[in-house]
């Protein structure tokens, strides 16, 4: 039978019914786990650990929905009008074939800006990838999840995701969250026994206490499981048969963009059917017939007039802009799940972080000890671990803290690997954050011992005894103190500090609960480790300050330890700033409320106290970050404005909730996100201002020319300006650096509008300018073809008029650069745009070509000007920025008063 067949007669099976052996016969695997080549011919030949997902669309669909837009179709018709046109004049349709060309080109860009940015997710979602601890050839290997196959081994531990449909074998206080497949919120306490079915010879799923399913998680233990079922034959899969990846949803920006595109469209389609409706009615006042060419003419100025007014690139430049922003980001370690949290990341005021390996390096080193018996101490402290040595390269694989402990063995000469041999576990009770302790039983030859490791105030209440030159005595209120004392000299000097216990069994324990085990215990020491400073933080600190942004410490740690750490790194400059978990639970909300303010170290946190943070902030306002690690920091992290998970020692569950990943687990990271987040909505704001500013100009032009009763663009003009002086230099403006001074302003407010800061008048004002510069220009050309002002028709005004409108908005672009600061001083300071650069060059050659070459100025209606029109119409395009200039200073001056 070959695999595949009998894949599908296992996955028919009740695995949870089955003894575990007759489970590993059945999938065709032991507890050693899969060979490597075993593993990939089942992947081969069964696919991928993967829920279906919607096919995408073909180019010739996408290019299809790109045509079907609603102002594509007024072009298309506009063309169909021009067609009509032309054929009654018996004309070349050159305007049909410019507007086509230019309905072929945003399509084609339409639909490569769709590719580029599902490009940039998928580039996205492979570096966020889910993994998993597989057996594979007898060693523990790291393995995508989307590569695990029915018959491998997989490990399980608390903050894990189980990713596929697994049986039970080891287990050692496994309990798993299966919220979304049973609606179950209480975690389900797992065993590895055999279950017996109900009357119906079933079991239901949320009893199946013997399996874990794909989309629940482990919530405390650890264990192991065999994998049964893959992919869609997994219980999550037979919930979703089809399922796709969930779709980002519209951001505030992108609402906000979508109702001023429709609000624009209704105001330019008045304007329009106003010109059409004023131009028949004048015509008829004057006894001038309107024949059917005349009113096609005017109903193509109209429909032209609409198209070109309305930013059809706006949407495409900000996805880009978004786009390229986040590809940005995860360049420098910041993996962006969520466009929200791009706007957010701007408007940041506390970024609530934990302290180690965010703050720290997460390289901790044991530097000092306390206790009689050194050698007692490094066999308690790393056979309680979970941390390994790899045989083969000798690299400590494992938690931090539980790496420097069993580092510190070896530096005494104690191999875990060989204490393993001498005293194997046999039981354990898994470290958790309420009781902040461990414990694992070893069979020491003829009897047990048990050792317990953990917070030292937490320890010292559980024992009972302590060991004193080399013999045991009751633990005293003097010894205690001595402890205590020796555990506040290691804090002071900002060690985390780890005690050890120890307890003799004759034989192994009944129950390795918590409570059964973790009493009665023997005190054998401290040990005092430190996890250094990230060099970097310190400036990033200090660049938060400047930024208006106030950092807050999170920790498990002692307080005196986090208030040393704090106070190196410049979070407080008092101790009195600093508050431990069990403090904050006597303070009421309502009293937190009012002096959370007061703190900015929060040291032996639980994980509900990280909420209560959150909220204390954000009723007050501010627009709070949380970083978090394990899965008990998902509520907090669900509730801040923005959850930033760690991609190095997070939990696939923190991972999966957060709206930002830190691949580095870098505080300094968080900071360069926040400064690339303003970074990127400065420049959509700039390249809103300048499309729209440019679209009004176009808009008070035609109007102008329409009511004066002469045409200074025809709709071929505005479709060209729109194509090539509108949306790259838009683009252009993407692309440019943050302004000097991005962090040293204070956060944006979360609600402000697009038009917020004065944009609004100065769309309104830069609008009318390049408005008068236009028209400035189509009367001195119509004086120079005729000798005198006539307000009439000129080719030799059209074509300047043209000129103008094209080079002032490039021009423009560069003031766009900043709303406020002189953009001249900018580039004398050495800040260029080298995109903003490439556009002027394109555009200026490309619109001279347009009016001197040919059959390009004979499509277009123009006429070959001459060097002195051509010099003045440059020459006033040219000064929209000296007359913009002098507006900034003439602002900047007010506002210094």
């Given at each position: 039978?070959?695999?595949?067949?009998?894949?599908?007669?296992?996955?028919?099976?009740?695995?949870?019914?089955?003894?575990?052996?007759?489970?590993?016969?059945?999938?065709?695997?032991?507890?050693?786990?899969?060979?490597?080549?075993?593993?990939?011919?089942?992947?081969?030949?069964?696919?991928?650990?993967?829920?279906?997902?919607?096919?995408?669309?073909?180019?010739?669909?996408?290019?299809?929905?790109?045509?079907?837009?609603?102002?594509?179709?007024?072009?298309?018709?506009?063309?169909?009008?021009?067609?009509?046109?032309?054929?009654?004049?018996?004309?070349?349709?050159?305007?049909?074939?410019?507007?086509?060309?230019?309905?072929?080109?945003?399509?084609?860009?339409?639909?490569?800006?769709?590719?580029?940015?599902?490009?940039?997710?998928?580039?996205?979602?492979?570096?966020?990838?889910?993994?998993?601890?597989?057996?594979?050839?007898?060693?523990?290997?790291?393995?995508?999840?989307?590569?695990?196959?029915?018959?491998?081994?997989?490990?399980?531990?608390?903050?894990?995701?189980?990713?596929?449909?697994?049986?039970?074998?080891?287990?050692?206080?496994?309990?798993?969250?299966?919220?979304?497949?049973?609606?179950?919120?209480?975690?389900?306490?797992?065993?590895?026994?055999k279950l017996t079915g109900s009357e119906n010879g079933d079991v239901s799923l949320g009893d199946r206490k013997n399996m874990v399913y794909m989309g629940s998680a482990i919530v405390y233990g650890r264990g192991k499981a065999v994998v049964v079922a893959t992919g869609m034959q997994t219980e999550m899969g037979k919930i979703a048969d089809a399922i796709s990846k969930a779709q980002e949803s519209a951001t505030p920006l992108q609402i906000k963009l979508t109702q001023l595109s429709k609000m624009l469209t209704v105001l330019v389609i008045s304007i329009c059917i106003f010109i059409f409706g004023f131009t028949m009615i004048e015509n008829y006042l004057k006894g001038v017939p309107n024949s059917i060419e005349e009113i096609l003419d005017v109903f193509m100025i109209a429909v032209s007039l609409a198209v070109a007014a309305i930013p059809e690139g706006l949407a495409a430049v900000v996805t880009i802009v978004l786009s390229i922003g986040v590809t940005n980001m995860s360049k420098k370690k910041a993996i962006i799940r969520k466009l929200t949290a791009v706007e957010t990341l701007g408007c940041a005021q506390i970024i609530c972080s934990d302290k180690t390996g965010t703050l720290t390096q997460n390289k901790m080193t044991v530097i000092d000890h306390f206790g009689d018996n050194e050698e007692k101490l490094v066999r308690a402290m790393a056979l309680c671990t979970d941390a390994e040595v790899d045989a083969d390269t000798g690299e400590i694989v494992g938690e931090p803290t539980e790496c420097a402990l069993v580092a510190y063995a070896l530096?005494?000469?104690?191999?875990?690997?060989?204490?393993?041999?001498?005293?194997?576990?046999?039981?354990?009770?898994?470290?958790?954050?309420?009781?902040?302790?461990?414990?694992?039983?070893?069979?020491?030859?003829?009897?047990?011992?048990?050792?317990?490791?953990?917070?030292?105030?937490?320890?010292?209440?559980?024992?009972?005894?302590?060991?004193?030159?080399?013999?045991?005595?009751?633990?005293?209120?003097?010894?205690?103190?001595?402890?205590?004392?020796?555990?506040?000299?290691?804090?002071?000097?900002?060690?985390?500090?780890?005690?050890?216990?120890?307890?003799?069994?004759?034989?192994?324990?009944?129950?390795?609960?918590?409570?059964?085990?973790?009493?009665?215990?023997?005190?054998?020491?401290?040990?005092?480790?430190?996890?250094?400073?990230?060099?970097?933080?310190?400036?990033?600190?200090?660049?938060?300050?400047?930024?208006?942004?106030?950092?807050?410490?999170?920790?498990?740690?002692?307080?005196?330890?986090?208030?040393?750490?704090?106070?190196?790194?410049?979070?407080?400059?008092?101790?009195?700033?600093?508050?431990?978990?069990?403090?904050?639970?006597?303070?009421?909300?309502?009293?937190?409320?009012?002096?959370?303010?007061?703190?900015?170290?929060?040291?032996?946190?639980?994980?509900?106290?990280?909420?209560?943070?959150?909220?204390?902030?954000?009723?007050?306002?501010?627009?709070?970050?949380?970083?978090?690690?394990?899965?008990?920091?998902?509520?907090?992290?669900?509730?801040?404005?923005?959850?930033?998970?760690?991609?190095?020692?997070?939990?696939?569950?923190?991972?999966?909730?957060?709206?930002?990943?830190?691949?580095?687990?870098?505080?300094?990271?968080?900071?360069?996100?926040?400064?690339?987040?303003?970074?990127?909505?400065?420049?959509?704001?700039?390249?809103?201002?300048?499309?729209?500013?440019?679209?009004?100009?176009?808009?008070?032009?035609?109007?102008?020319?329409?009511?004066?009763?002469?045409?200074?663009?025809?709709?071929?003009?505005?479709?060209?300006?729109?194509?090539?002086?509108?949306?790259?230099?838009?683009?252009?403006?993407?692309?440019?650096?943050?302004?000097?001074?991005?962090?040293?302003?204070?956060?944006?407010?979360?609600?402000?509008?697009?038009?917020?800061?004065?944009?609004?008048?100065?769309?309104?004002?830069?609008?009318?300018?390049?408005?008068?510069?236009?028209?400035?220009?189509?009367?001195?050309?119509?004086?120079?073809?005729?000798?005198?002002?006539?307000?009439?028709?000129?080719?030799?005004?059209?074509?300047?008029?043209?000129?103008?409108?094209?080079?002032?908005?490039?021009?423009?672009?560069?003031?766009?650069?900043?709303?406020?600061?002189?953009?001249?001083?900018?580039?004398?300071?050495?800040?260029?745009?080298?995109?903003?650069?490439?556009?002027?060059?394109?555009?200026?050659?490309?619109?001279?070509?347009?009016?001197?070459?040919?059959?390009?100025?004979?499509?277009?209606?123009?006429?070959?000007?001459?060097?002195?029109?051509?010099?003045?119409?440059?020459?006033?395009?040219?000064?929209?920025?000296?007359?913009?200039?002098?507006?900034?200073?003439?602002?900047?001056?007010?506002?210094?008063?």
């Amino acid at each position: 039978m070959n695999l595949t067949l009998s894949r599908s007669w296992f996955l028919g099976m009740k695995h949870y019914l089955e003894y575990i052996d007759d489970v590993f016969h059945s999938v065709g695997s032991t507890p050693e786990g899969l060979s490597d080549a075993e593993a990939v011919e089942r992947l081969g030949k069964n696919g991928k650990n993967k829920l279906a997902q919607v096919k995408k669309d073909s180019i010739l669909k996408r290019f299809i929905q790109q045509l079907i837009d609603p102002m594509i179709l007024i072009l298309i018709v506009a063309a169909g009008i021009s067609a009509v046109l032309a054929s009654f004049e018996n004309e070349f349709p050159s305007d049909v074939i410019i507007i086509l060309i230019v309905v072929l080109i945003n399509a084609i860009l339409g639909v490569y800006q769709e590719s580029k940015a599902e490009a940039a997710i998928e580039a996205l979602a492979e570096m966020s990838a889910a993994t998993s601890k597989v057996i594979r050839d007898g060693k523990i290997e790291i393995v995508k999840s989307e590569d695990l196959v029915v018959g491998d081994v997989i490990l399980l531990e608390a903050g894990d995701s189980v990713p596929a449909d697994a049986r039970i074998f080891e287990c050692a206080s496994i309990k798993v969250e299966e919220a979304a497949l049973t609606g179950e919120s209480v975690p389900v306490t797992k065993l590895i026994d055999k279950l017996t079915g109900s009357e119906n010879g079933d079991v239901s799923l949320g009893d199946r206490k013997n399996m874990v399913y794909m989309g629940s998680a482990i919530v405390y233990g650890r264990g192991k499981a065999v994998v049964v079922a893959t992919g869609m034959q997994t219980e999550m899969g037979k919930i979703a048969d089809a399922i796709s990846k969930a779709q980002e949803s519209a951001t505030p920006l992108q609402i906000k963009l979508t109702q001023l595109s429709k609000m624009l469209t209704v105001l330019v389609i008045s304007i329009c059917i106003f010109i059409f409706g004023f131009t028949m009615i004048e015509n008829y006042l004057k006894g001038v017939p309107n024949s059917i060419e005349e009113i096609l003419d005017v109903f193509m100025i109209a429909v032209s007039l609409a198209v070109a007014a309305i930013p059809e690139g706006l949407a495409a430049v900000v996805t880009i802009v978004l786009s390229i922003g986040v590809t940005n980001m995860s360049k420098k370690k910041a993996i962006i799940r969520k466009l929200t949290a791009v706007e957010t990341l701007g408007c940041a005021q506390i970024i609530c972080s934990d302290k180690t390996g965010t703050l720290t390096q997460n390289k901790m080193t044991v530097i000092d000890h306390f206790g009689d018996n050194e050698e007692k101490l490094v066999r308690a402290m790393a056979l309680c671990t979970d941390a390994e040595v790899d045989a083969d390269t000798g690299e400590i694989v494992g938690e931090p803290t539980e790496c420097a402990l069993v580092a510190y063995a070896l530096s005494k000469g104690f191999n875990k690997n060989e204490l393993k041999e001498k005293f194997p576990r046999v039981g354990e009770a898994p470290f958790d954050s309420m009781r902040k302790m461990m414990s694992t039983v070893h069979d020491a030859g003829g009897s047990y011992i048990q050792y317990t490791k953990g917070a030292p105030d937490e320890i010292i209440k559980i024992c009972t005894m302590a060991e004193l030159d080399g013999d045991v005595f009751p633990l005293t209120e003097e010894i205690k103190q001595t402890i205590f004392t020796e555990n506040k000299r290691m804090a002071d000097r900002a060690l985390r500090v780890l005690a050890a216990a120890y307890k003799p069994h004759d034989s192994v324990p009944s129950s390795f609960e918590p409570e059964a085990l973790e009493n009665n215990m023997i005190f054998t020491g401290l040990t005092g480790m430190i996890d250094p400073v990230r060099p970097e933080v310190k400036d990033a600190i200090e660049e938060c300050r400047s930024a208006g942004i106030r950092p807050i410490m999170i920790t498990g740690d002692h307080k005196d330890t986090a208030a040393a750490i704090a106070m190196e790194l410049g979070i407080i400059n008092d101790p009195s700033k600093a508050i431990t978990g069990a403090q904050l639970s006597k303070i009421s909300d309502e009293e937190f409320e009012n002096t959370v303010q007061n703190y900015s170290v929060y040291a032996r946190v639980q994980p509900e106290h990280k909420v209560r943070i959150v909220n204390a902030w954000r009723k007050r306002g501010m627009i709070t970050a949380m970083t978090g690690d394990g899965v008990n920091d998902a509520p907090s992290i669900k509730s801040a404005d923005i959850g930033i998970g760690m991609g190095i020692t997070g939990t696939d569950v923190t991972k999966n909730v957060a709206d930002m990943v830190l691949a580095d687990d870098n505080f300094a990271t968080i900071v360069t996100a926040v400064s690339e987040g303003r970074r990127i909505y400065d420049n959509i704001r700039k390249a809103i201002q300048f499309l729209l500013s440019s679209n009004l100009s176009e808009v008070l032009t035609i109007f102008t020319a329409s009511i004066l009763g002469f045409t200074i663009l025809k709709p071929v003009h505005l479709l060209w300006i729109n194509l090539v002086t509108d949306s790259f230099p838009a683009l252009a403006l993407g692309m440019e650096k943050a302004e000097r001074d991005i962090m040293a302003r204070q956060p944006r407010r979360a609600k402000e509008g697009i038009f917020s800061g004065g944009v609004g008048g100065d769309i309104l004002y830069q609008g009318a300018l390049v408005t008068v510069l236009t028209l400035i220009a189509y009367f001195i050309g119509e004086y120079i073809e005729n000798g005198a002002w006539h307000i009439t028709n000129s080719n030799d005004g059209m074509t300047m008029a043209f000129l103008t409108m094209s080079m002032c908005e490039i021009f423009h672009s560069f003031n766009m650069r900043s709303q406020k600061k002189s953009v001249v001083l900018m580039g004398l300071r050495g800040s260029h745009n080298k995109f903003l650069y490439l556009a002027m060059i394109a555009s200026l050659l490309l619109t001279t070509g347009v009016i001197y070459i040919d059959f390009l100025k004979n499509a277009f209606d123009f006429t070959s000007i001459s060097a002195l029109e051509y010099g003045i119409a440059i020459a006033l395009a040219f000064t929209i920025i000296p007359i913009v200039e002098v507006i900034k200073a003439v602002r900047r001056s007010v506002e210094k008063r």
